[in-house]
């Protein structure tokens, strides 16, 4: 089990953190801590939470800022091992580097399956900052807590900011509003997906022509030969 399903575990069903100390039996009180979180800017979530998933909520924001062609390159479908499908932002593959197997085909795509844990694509590790704050995902302004329809949830018992001091019962309003709000907007995703899908990849090939078509107008005519004379060869080898 993986240590983001071990967290989810714990804290499943409330959003309250339940503490014991030890020796002693908990009397009601101290049964449940109450919920208080303050984002410490740790950022731990950006580098090591996996698939960020995607609403309709996000979509429609960003459509409104004008910013959505932005996050096409990023977004995959991702079916999760319970079988629901969401819209996603495809964690990166750390750098071939770091890897432990670098793979001997440098076009080879990570399987999402083997990137649950790393970087969101656009978090900026050396500024330390997200590089799309402003039009972050619902899924990170309700981060770490969650709301399944029934009950709230702390996703990341071990997230910094739980426990912190500070926040006022309107915050705490707020963001248990937010966290339901990103459970309505993501069922609407998924009954909308299997359209958007097509969307998506339809709006990303057009994005790639353009891009191919600008690049080929800065190539020069000696260039273009020698590509067109590759292509060609490539086509006979393939016959
Ligand atoms: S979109 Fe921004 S806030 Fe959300 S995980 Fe990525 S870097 Fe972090």
Redesign the pocket.
Known sequence: MSDNNEKEQKAEGSEEVKEKEEGEEPTEEKQKAKFTFKCTRD?K??LA?GP?PITMWDLELWAKNGVIANFLPYLDVYTKPDGLTDLI?KPLAPSKGDSEKPSTDPFAETPIEELLEEK????NKEQK?????DN??L??RT?PLEYDGTHFSVVDVDCPGIGEEGMTKEELKEMRETAKMMNYELSRMRIALPVLSQIISSNFMKQLMKQQMEAMSKMSDEDKAKLDEIFKKGQENEQ
């Open positions: 950022d979530c950006c939470r960020i932002l969101c694509p656009l978090y900052k997200c590089l799309v704050y972050r995902p899924s990170c981060y």
